[in-house]
């Protein structure tokens, strides 16, 4: 035991009989102010799609009974995963610091229960997926369903395959609540099996994947989405969103209706944002395969405890108005953003007043995600090294942090609105904790919400009323009872000290004091708990929160300065960034550089001229207001749809937003046109329009532009230039009546479409951007960013194969 005071610690001996000591984990990467706790954070990157494995010898997974007494040298081999690079195996007979803490923490009723949960956590990972929901996707998914019918719902007709060693493969499991399905087999059986039935089913999924018809996802990681019900007019914020698993589902929601807002986008958007300027290119990347859904959509890179609220003017500082820009400029800010119809119904004043009750401006965000970083255990069938390397430590250098963000969270969300705190975490500390502390600091502005009607079917627990801070030092566990305890046990080192928080410990629970008063505790239990017996998936834990008046504000001072804003953690409410637009640190602010600005007048004109040709006019004027580009020779010309405008540009303080990415490229400016912006028609390329249209925003434009421009073509010519991506097709090869009228055409992009003459499904083919060349012929010309080279051919051949189901059908 040492020189430390136990007094106040608990202290229980390491149950361990050989097994190393746990490793230090690696530092902390970002802000969670832990002093010397090292922080742990995992990245759920549940991207189940990354088939990067290469071994072969597939682990079966099967609904794992309780393990029988093991022999004393035994070891427990766990599932292979993509990343094979730790060592697999445990002693059987050492018991980790993950299974001691747990167990104190009495996560699980009874002895029954954990040996359920040890098995399931040591299996691995049946395959899970969903369904795209969005309109566009519709009749694709009606194919892919039809033609995965065998393989999804099998008969007596079909026996069921068997894993290369023998097993049979429990059926697949339809999941309604998320429109998803879990497969009886894993990733790497999946992936590697000799069976014909699974290796069909793998073909099936790699195929519809690609098309963005199927998502492969974790089914917890589909639990923030589905419980915030996204509805097409949303404004949704993802604040820690890389790599986007719930970016894309969220996305996908808002789509779900087809296009119902101005211009024919959804009149809502998503913000999906994200600490790490590197992951949020990834979300880039991943988000671009959703193609034009794109255009509701803007990436961002900000620490989430400080993201901007949309509705506070720049020009505002603590106590007043930046010097030298002063009231008129807010009152200009405010002007001009409620003329460009800014985001809100907020009162626009920076700071609580008297006139709005004393409360802050409220934010601009209809659902909010607040997927925070974590300790990540509920991963571990994903990630096995966690058994190893895993320290309770991780999960308290992480506590503050997510506070900050939630409470941020709050800040951002519409009066109305939800949000949902998740982890991929079983730790009381990073969850309960942090909702009841979240509680507590908003008052009566949020409401904890039973959460359990919106994901009917999905077996969950209720969350925890009571758990306990544990540490472990020197292989010892040891148990803090109180705040105050562990600041005066000097035995504890500095760093240690200063890592906790006093709302680490649970809340006063409702019930009635020795004095008689009644005291009610927060409802935690309406917290949703996931744990990996319930259900065969990872473990989980999500709160869904709605805010029913704005934030209380600070009392003001005789300074001006409110005494919160001084108050730890106070900086969650009010953001740091109110220095913003004058002096930071006494430095002035650099200019920002992640603007969308405007395309100039002469590029909109000339773009109006070409496209609106044929009764156009007037639509190609109405998508001019959301046309931007970000660079002076404006290279590229990308639409923000009007939802994802009001945030990103038109909002009063967008100009603090970071903005990595938004919209859909429409147009990109020809590498053999130089100089100026637009130059109307003719000039450059062989005489084509300096710029060429994009295959994203060819379904944009479709919905804008004129007849001047547009080929409309029977199913076979379709096919004619689908099948060969990037070869030039005479037009001769085509009917007369399309052929005549390109050659009536100036060279340049056109919009080709299917003429539709039967009953064929409505989203066969999407309008396509086809270039016709000055020697008279047609070609399909996709470009794709880094990462999805393979793409093109892949959405051609859907494109082919829905033509060619349609012709069966007897439609085009
Ligand atoms: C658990 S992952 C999010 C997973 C994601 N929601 C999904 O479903 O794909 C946490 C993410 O938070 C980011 N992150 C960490 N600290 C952050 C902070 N202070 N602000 C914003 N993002 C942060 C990390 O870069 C990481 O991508």
């Not at 709005?356 to 607040?370: K, L, M, Q, V």
């Not at 009610?520 to 834990?541: A, E, K, N, S, T």
């Not at 300065?561 to 001084?566: E, I, L, N, R, Y």
Request: contains cysteine.
């Amino acid at each position: 035991m040492g020189k430390r005071n136990r007094s106040r610690a608990m202290v229980l001996a390491r149950k361990r009989r050989g097994g190393a000591p746990a490793k230090p984990a690696a530092g902390a990467k970002d802000g969670g102010d832990a002093g010397a706790i090292p922080n742990k954070i995992t990245f759920d990157d549940d991207d189940d799609d990354d088939d990067d494995d290469d071994d072969g010898d597939g682990d079966v997974r099967e609904v794992p009974p309780p393990p029988p007494p093991r022999a004393p040298d035994e070891k427990i081999v766990l599932p292979r995963t993509s990343a094979p690079w730790f060592s697999r195996t445990l002693s059987a007979r050492s018991t980790t610091h993950f299974e001691e803490y747990y167990r104190r923490q009495n996560i699980l009723a009874d002895e029954r229960e954990w040996s359920a949960f040890l098995a399931h956590l040591r299996a691995p990972l049946p395959v899970t997926f969903r369904m795209s929901i969005m309109a566009s996707h519709r009749a694709g998914v009606e194919e892919a369903l039809r033609e995965g019918k065998r393989l999804l719902t099998p008969g007596a007709e079909n026996p069921r395959p068997r894993t290369d060693d023998g097993r049979v493969v429990p059926p697949p499991r339809r999941l309604d609540w998320c429109d998803g399905w879990q497969l009886g087999v894993d990733k790497m059986t999946l992936k590697y099996s000799r069976d014909a039935t699974l290796r069909e089913t793998q073909r099936w999924l790699v195929k519809h994947n690609s098309t963005g018809v199927l998502t492969r996802q974790a089914v917890d990681s589909m639990v923030p989405a589905a419980i915030l019900g996204v509805e097409p007019h949303h404004a949704v914020l993802d604040l820690c969103a890389s790599p986007g698993s719930k970016t894309t589902q969220c996305l996908e929601a808002l789509h779900a209706g087809g296009e119902t807002g101005g211009g024919g986008a959804p009149a809502g958007c998503v913000a999906a944002n994200d600490i790490d300027p590197r992951r949020c290119y990834f979300l880039v990347r991943r988000c671009a395969a959703l193609g034009a859904a794109t255009q509701a959509l803007m990436v961002t890179n900000h620490h989430a405890q400080w993201f901007p609220n949309g509705n506070v003017p720049l020009t505002t500082v603590a106590g007043g108005t930046t010097p030298g820009r002063g009231r008129d400029a807010i009152a200009k800010a405010i002007a001009k953003a409620k003329a460009n119809g800014a985001p809100g119904s907020a009162p626009l004043a920076p700071f609580a007043t008297r006139e709005d009750g004393g409360r802050y401006p409220e934010g601009s965000f209809d659902r909010i995600i607040c997927d925070v970083p974590c300790s990540g255990d509920g991963t571990l069938r994903k990630n096995p090294q966690i058994w190893s390397e895993w320290r309770p430590e991780f999960a308290m250098g992480l506590h503050a942090l997510q506070l900050r963000i939630a409470q941020r969270g709050v800040a951002l969300l519409k009066v109305g609105g939800y949000m949902v705190y998740s982890t991929c975490s079983f730790n009381p500390v990073e969850n309960e904790a942090v909702v009841a502390e979240l509680l507590r600091r908003c008052g009566d502005a949020i409401e904890l919400v039973d959460a359990s009607d919106r994901v009917k079917g999905l077996r969950r627990r209720e969350g925890m009323t009571t758990w306990k801070v544990i540490t472990t030092v020197d292989d010892e566990i040891l148990e803090h009872a109180s705040y105050e305890d562990c600041q005066r046990d000097a035995s504890l080192g500095v760093g240690l000290r200063r890592a906790f928080r006093p709302s680490m410990w649970p809340p006063v629970a409702s019930g009635v004091t020795r004095l008689g008063v009644r005291v009610r505790g927060p409802p935690l239990r309406r917290c949703v708990r996931l744990v990996p017996q319930d259900g065969d998936m990872g473990g989980f834990f999500a709160a869904l929160i709605r805010k029913v008046k704005p934030l209380r504000g600070p009392s003001p001072t005789s300074e001006g300065v409110s005494t919160a804003m001084k108050a730890p953690g106070a900086s969650a409410i009010v953001p740091r960034a109110m220095a913003i637009g004058g002096l930071v640190g006494g430095v002035p602010r650099p200019p920002l550089e992640h603007r969308y600005v405007p395309a100039p007048e002469e590029v909109l004109d000339a773009l109006t001229r070409e496209w609106g040709g044929g009764g156009g006019g007037d639509a190609m004027r109405e998508m001019c207001a959301c046309l931007f580009t970000r660079s002076t020779s404006c290279r590229r010309v990308t639409y923000l749809s009007p939802g994802i405008k009001k945030m990103c540009v038109d909002a009063i303080g967008a100009e603090r937003l970071k903005c990595v990415w938004s919209g859909v490229r429409v147009w990109e400016k020809r590498d053999d046109v130089r100089g100026g912006g637009g130059g109307g028609g003719g000039g450059g390329g062989g005489g084509a329009f300096p710029y060429r249209l994009t295959k994203e925003g060819a379904v944009v434009l479709a919905r804008h532009a004129g007849d001047a421009r547009r080929l409309l073509m029977p199913a076979r010519d379709v096919k004619q230039l689908l099948r060969d991506l990037g070869a030039d097709v005479p037009l001769k090869a085509f009917t007369p009546a399309v052929a005549n009228a390109a050659r009536a055409m100036t060279p340049g992009s056109v919009l080709c479409e299917l003429k539709k003459v039967g009953g064929g499904s409505d989203d066969a083919c999407p309008p396509l951007a086809v270039e016709l060349t000055p020697e008279g012929t047609l070609r399909v010309e996709w470009r794709y960013r880094k990462g999805l080279e393979g793409a093109p051919k892949a959405a051609a051949a859907a494109i082919l194969r829905k033509l060619d189901a349609n012709s069966r059908d007897g439609g085009y």
